[in-house]
């Protein structure tokens, strides 16, 4: 029997979450509330420059997700998309500048995003993963200790583990809650260690996610990434979460694509030090579910297709997964056949 869904809590940031809140919001039914938990530890680029200049949230990953969820007109979210030179200075996405404006003069971080929203129509909740200013801090295969999100993709060796600093970080206010509450928990994709797991590690929310009754769902990523993810295969992505701190067996599904890559597409990113990401996981225990179709959008860049991502998703999350494709390979009504395998 599939149960009615009322509220899904998506965490991670960068590209992969606002893919999953696009596919969400496309699919779910209307009075179904979404909460997404932002990574708050980016400190490249316009949030980076941001957050060191006026003391903010980086507000990149946040203008990502609302954007993902708005529901005005497009050439608003383009026109927050649109990158402003300001004086001799960097590039500032507009809507960086609007979230910057609204931190400073709303009464905390929570109200700036909420204000934002309600600009923007959205319904649903984004909160960051903590409204404390943190960075991450990786410890490498070669002994060295990297510190900050835009120095652990440049560290030149394996990421053997991934901390926050301070170390007494709290999770944002509604943020431990809205896991308690949920029927689904999805994580990722996005960039592992430092979108996903930077999520993950905030005090707290590891052991929220594991204790949560909902379903929980881990999106694997298409590609490897340079500098983090390197050689990892689906089997090293799932080690390195329980790691820290949700471990596999917590898992009701992992969410993999099995659509071909264009060879030129591939050949591409494989040039840059990218490959596609194997599934190489060795089915062992009743948990959880790992669930295989073609999730790739069209187009020169590797990258979740909502339309795809989105109903999977919900279909997941609905429980639908166990009671309507029990077999190894079955046809479903979504776009593409979906492989279950019993892990």
């Avoid at 590209?15 to 809140?21: C, E, N, R």
């Avoid at 960086?96 to 923007?120: G, K, P, Q, S, Y």
């Avoid at 960039?191 to 929220?208: D, H, K, M, Q, R």
Wanted: net charge negative; glycine share 10%; with cysteine.
């Amino acid at each position: 029997m599939t149960s009615p869904l009322r509220r899904v809590v998506a965490l991670g940031g960068g590209t992969g979450l606002p893919a999953v809140l696009t596919g969400l919001r496309r699919h779910l039914p209307p009075e179904c509330r979404i909460t997404a938990v932002v990574t708050a530890a980016d400190d490249g680029g316009s949030s980076g420059i941001l957050r060191q200049q006026y003391g903010v949230l980086p507000p990149g990953d946040i203008r990502n997700c609302l954007i993902a969820l708005a529901r005005v007109a497009p050439e608003v979210t383009a026109a927050l998309q649109y990158r402003l030179a300001v004086s001799s200075g960097p590039e500032h996405a507009v809507g960086n500048l609007l979230l910057t404006a609204l931190d400073m003069v709303a009464a905390d971080e929570i109200a700036a995003i909420r204000l934002a929203a309600t600009l923007l129509g959205i319904e649903d909740v984004i909160l960051p993963s903590t409204t404390m200013r943190v960075n991450l801090v990786a410890n490498l295969a070669d002994g060295r200790c990297v510190r900050g999100e835009s120095a652990i993709r440049h560290g030149g060796a394996r990421v053997l583990s991934l901390a926050i600093d301070p170390p007494d970080a709290r999770p944002a206010p509604g943020v431990i809650e809205a896991l308690r509450a949920a029927d689904a928990v999805i994580m990722g994709p996005g960039s592992f260690y430092t979108s996903v797991l930077a999520t993950v590690i905030v005090p707290g929310v590891a052991e929220a996610v594991v204790a949560s009754r909902g379903l929980k769902i881990f999106v694997c990523n298409l590609m490897t990434e340079p500098g983090e993810t390197d050689g990892f295969g689906m089997a090293a992505h799932l080690d390195a979460l329980g790691a820290h701190g949700v471990p596999t067996e917590a898992l009701d599904y992992v969410i993999m694509n099995d659509g071909p890559i264009p060879a030129a597409v591939c050949a591409r990113y494989v040039s840059q030090g990218a490959e596609p990401v194997a599934s190489d996981l060795v089915v062992l225990t009743a948990r959880p579910l790992v669930a295989a179709t073609n999730l790739l959008e069209s187009g020169p860049v590797v990258r979740h297709d909502p339309d795809k991502l989105g109903p999977l998703l919900c279909a997941l999350a609905r429980g639908m997964g166990r009671e309507h494709f029990p077999q190894a390979r079955q046809q479903t009504a979504l776009h593409e056949p979906l492989t279950v395998l019993s892990r």
